[in-house]
């Protein structure tokens, strides 16, 4: 088993059941990612999403739907359903484990835009009508963070200069 990264843009996602895989995610600002765990079929995905809402951009929600919060969660999920070959609805939700991470406020010392606070309640409240509300999150702050999943261990690491590594 050799073992390899998937790397996640701002704006994309991905999945695998591949337990020689990493799927890795730099820079998390305001965006916020996504990371989900679907235990029984030993899957994993995660989504780096910059904004919470697509209808100020419906020509990037079309290219790139894993940009916005709106858009991006449904692309994400229906690829988990193809690959753990359960479906969107109950089945998918049955064993998944969600957790998130960014969501900070960098750039924005006078609480302006608050991209972060508001992409992690767009996040939250599409996730909890589906029961997949989060188990585990590292959000808010002022510090930019990586995200690193294994797909063979389910371990969410996060890691940020000056600040170290720790586990979600």
Same mark, same amino acid.
């Given at each position: 088993?050799?073992?390899?990264?998937?790397?996640?843009?701002?704006?994309?996602?991905?999945?695998?059941?591949?337990?020689?895989?990493?799927?890795?995610?730099?820079?998390?600002?305001?965006?916020?990612?996504?990371?989900?765990?679907?235990?029984?079929?030993?899957?994993?995905?995660?989504?780096?999403?910059?904004?919470?809402?697509?209808?100020?951009?419906?020509?990037?929600?079309?290219?790139?739907?894993?940009?916005?919060?709106?858009?991006?969660?449904? &692309?994400?999920?229906? *690829?988990?359903?193809?690959?753990?070959?359960? #479906?969107?609805? $109950?089945? @998918? /939700?049955?064993?998944?484990?969600?957790?998130?991470?960014?969501? &900070?406020?960098?750039? *924005?010392?006078?609480?302006?835009?608050?991209? #972060?606070?508001? $992409?992690? @309640? /767009?996040?939250?409240?599409?996730?909890?009508?589906?029961?997949?509300?989060?188990?585990?999150?590292?959000?808010?702050?002022?510090?930019?963070?990586?995200?690193?999943?294994?797909?063979?261990?389910?371990?969410?690491?996060?890691?940020?200069?000056?600040?170290?590594?720790?586990?979600?």
């Amino acid at each position: 088993m050799t073992s390899s990264n998937k790397v996640v843009g701002v704006g994309e996602f991905a999945v695998s059941a591949n337990p020689g895989e990493k799927i890795k995610t730099f820079a998390l600002g305001s965006c916020v990612a996504v990371i989900f765990l679907h235990r029984p079929s030993r899957s994993v995905g995660l989504i780096h999403v910059a904004l919470p809402d697509s209808a100020i951009s419906p020509d990037i929600a079309a290219k790139r739907p894993g940009y916005f919060a709106d858009t991006g969660i449904s &692309a994400i999920l229906k *690829d988990m359903a193809t690959l753990t070959g359960t #479906g969107t609805g $109950n089945g @998918l /939700a049955r064993g998944m484990v969600v957790k998130m991470a960014g969501g &900070a406020n960098v750039m *924005d010392s006078n609480n302006t835009f608050n991209i #972060g606070k508001r $992409n992690i @309640l /767009a996040l939250k409240k599409i996730l909890w009508p589906l029961g997949m509300g989060p188990t585990a999150e590292d959000v808010g702050g002022g510090f930019s963070r990586t995200v690193t999943v294994g797909v063979a261990s389910g371990r969410v690491m996060i890691s940020c200069a000056g600040k170290g590594e720790w586990e979600l």
